[in-house]
Nanobody, 112 residues
Framework: VQLQASGGGLVQPGGSLRLSCAAS????????MAWYRQAPGKQRESVAA???????TYADSAKGRFTISRDNAKNTVYLQMNNLKPEDTAVYYC???????WGQGTPVTVSS
């Protein structure tokens, strides 16, 4: 399985970005998917996750601003990020935590 993340970039505080992560193969629909991020000098942290059935969970920092969703027909998971803050600056990774596949990361910079 290969995970290809995209959609990162430079955005001003208060702006929005939509990250996408396309998965190869045929197992996407049977596993939970998640987004993680790693800011410079910090450990990687969980941002949001979605079960195969669509149940979502969020880090406290993401609640009310980020929305994770999935389209099993397209083998794609999304992360809609609204009201972005400078502290959201990080490299964002998509993952299929179990069985343990990771994408390459897409950088997000929130700055004026």
């Amino acid at each position: 399985v290969q995970l290809q993340a995209s959609g990162g970039g430079l955005v001003q505080p208060g702006g929005s970005l939509r990250l996408s992560c396309a998965a190869s193969g045929s197992i996407f629909s049977i596993y939970a998917m998640a987004w993680y991020r790693q800011a410079p000098g910090k450990q990687r942290e969980s941002v949001a996750a979605i079960s195969r059935g669509g149940t979502t969970t969020y880090a406290d920092s993401a609640k009310g601003r980020f929305t994770i969703s999935r389209d099993n027909a397209k083998n794609t998971v999304y992360l809609q990020m609204n009201n972005l803050k400078p502290e959201d600056t990080a490299v964002y990774y998509c993952a299929m935590p179990r069985p343990g596949y990771w994408g390459q990361g897409t950088p997000v910079t929130v700055s004026s």
